[in-house]
């Protein structure tokens, strides 16, 4: 299975870019999206972006992210017990 993650554009240096993804932060390559610019959400896989998504995409993909995060974080408390 592949995935893809989305994340916002921090800072753009030519066909680089810093994205951050919640607390998290990595470079990635934009050659396979056109005009891409600061504070555009991407859809970043394995290390390439490729996609620009729109404000709204990428929150309710972001909190999905985040509602799996949660429901594993809380899988593994219940290990523990």
């Given at each position: 299975m592949c995935l893809a993650v989305p994340g916002e554009?921090?800072?753009m240096?030519?066909?680089k870019a810093k994205v951050g993804f919640g607390r998290a932060e990595r470079e990635v390559q934009l050659n396979l999206i056109e005009n891409p610019s600061k504070g555009d959400y991407v859809l970043v896989h394995v290390g390439y972006a490729i996609q620009i998504l729109s404000p709204e995409k990428a929150?309710?993909?972001i909190e999905s992210w985040n509602e799996v995060a949660r429901a594993r974080t809380e899988e593994k408390w219940k290990e523990k017990d």
């Open positions: 554009i921090l800072e240096n030519g066909n929150k309710e993909m």
